[in-house]
């Protein structure tokens, strides 16, 4: 498993953040996949721009932390209990680090992956933390590629999409067509979960994966040859024809065919 990663590519930034993505293999062979991932669904909070969204166990790096893996494993032992320096673990791989641009601040953020492997099939206990967690969940990986049954999308609003919403060509296209709304690939794993726990009674609104933390998940597809979530045609082009002309991947395409064109016309007159 180890082997199939390639070298990561890190990013500088004096705000970071670690997430560990966390694998379980099957408990028997009748089951539909070989291997679990471990999810989270952060608690409700008013202050916080991800409440109640699906991510990866992890949080903001600690002055006192060593380096980006300390973060990860520490947060992952505070949020859900699991100990990633005991022998039942085992560290597979550094993902791609990633930008995380919120707002208008001038300070990059990063987020920095990591992935390992539970040796153990059995399901272990989860202890979550109270105000940050509202529970957690393992999915099967037959349920986390772009074949799935349950891959969606979630609409967010055209001004937050981030990094796209900083480039200016784009804006002013954008703006131009009135786009208030992107449509960005997802996957409603809540549907598939198993050996959930839950914080307290508290009601979580069913939400659906997408954004950096589906991106992350991409990265393992990859490792492994398994189509990722994120092609221009997870958008439907049917739904409604203004979403598919206005996807991101559809204003691209039409950014490179205009400049092609140009080159071209521009060669013409040099002839």
Known sequence: MKGRFPEPSSLQGSRRASVALIFRPSNSDAEISPFYLLFIQRAPCDRDPWSGHLAFPGGKRDPLDKDDMATAIRETKEEVGLDLTSSNYTFISRLHDRPIRRGQSSARSVLTAFVFLQSEARTPRLRLQPGEVASAFWVPM?????????????????????????????????????????????????????????????????????????????????????????????????????????????????????CRRLRNETAVMHI
């Open 142 to 258: 037959s349920h986390l590629h772009r074949w799935s049954p349950n891959v969606t999308t979630h609409s967010v609003p055209a001004p937050s999409v981030r990094p796209w919403s900083h480039v200016q060509l784009i804006e002013d296209i954008r703006n131009y067509l009135r786009v208030t709304h992107y449509e960005m690939p997802a996957l409603d794993v809540l549907s598939y979960a198993v050996d959930v726990v839950q914080a307290s009674s508290t009601s979580v609104p069913h939400t659906v994966l997408w954004g950096i933390t589906l991106d992350c998940l991409g990265d393992v597809l990859d490792a492994f040859g398994i189509p990722r979530v994120d092609r221009p045609h997870m958008v439907p082009p049917f739904r409604f024809a203004v979403v598919f002309l206005l996807s991101f991947w559809n204003i691209v395409f039409l950014i490179t065919a205009m």
